[in-house]
């Protein structure tokens, strides 16, 4: 069965820290993955997605940056937040040929 | 690009009655899902209905895709069906607003 995980569960970060969100699916080589992000009481937005390893593309520009170092494992990330970054953080996957998203459990970061 | 709005924003039920949400999307698409988010949590894959009717439990969408949208309906609801529901369009799946739930005892 796959599963997804994601660290941390939640983040406390002041205005101009780094950040490190990561994420790893196990039991599936090569699934797409997604970094959503959600407001509060918001919808979500896709920010980037990875179909390989080594490769991602960005969908929304909001100052942080994304990489895939291996097949399982997809990182968020940025040298410099913003209060306008807290939210929740989403990483999703599926598989080629199969249209079905789905989530792992979130990272919810506050800026202050 | 896509454009998905849901409706109604929000939704109050008595428990037992049945709920139906709409979404619809500004381009014709190939891919539709319908996700629902508890108050706090992740997002759980509901159904995966780009056209046609589907079933599951309690659950029935119905994708008209030449009309651009889709329903989602919930029979005899239950106070754990509380949350947001969204319905996402598209090759890039693109979410619509949502449609915030709540059943009622």
């Known amino acids: 069965a796959q599963t997804i995980h994601q660290w941390p569960v939640a983040e406390i970060k002041a205005v101009g820290s780094p950040l490190s969100l990561g994420c790893t699916i196990k039991?599936?080589?090569?699934?797409?993955l997604y970094w959503y992000w959600q407001a509060t009481g918001g919808t979500l937005q896709q920010l980037f997605y990875?179909?390989?390893?080594?490769?991602v593309e960005s969908v929304v520009q909001l100052n942080l940056s994304a990489s895939r170092p291996k097949d399982d494992q997809f990182i968020l990330s940025t040298e410099k937040l913003l209060l306008s970054h807290s939210g929740f953080y989403l990483c999703?996957?599926?598989?080629?040929?199969?249209?079905?998203?789905?989530f792992g459990a979130g990272t919810r970061l506050s800026v202050l | 690009g896509q454009q998905v709005q849901q409706s109604p924003a929000s939704l109050v039920l008595q428990e037992g009655e049945n709920a139906e949400l709409q979404c619809n999307f500004s381009?014709?698409?190939?891919?539709l899902q319908w996700f629902y988010q508890r108050p706090g949590g992740s997002l759980v894959s509901l159904l995966y209905?780009?056209?046609g009717t589907k079933h599951t439990g309690r659950l029935t969408s119905t994708t008209v895709t030449k009309e651009r949208r889709s329903s989602l309906h919930i029979s005899s609801s239950q106070t754990t069906d509380s949350g947001t529901y969204f319905c996402?369009?598209?090759?890039?799946?693109?979410f619509g607003t949502g449609t915030s739930l709540l059943v009622d005892p």
């Open positions: 999703a996957w599926s598989l080629t040929g199969q249209n079905t998203l789905y």
């Open positions: 039991g599936k080589s090569s699934p797409n």
């Open positions: 990875s179909i390989t390893v080594g490769q």
């Open positions: 381009s014709t698409a190939t891919r």
């Open positions: 209905n780009p056209s």
């Open positions: 996402a369009v598209g090759y890039k799946l693109t």
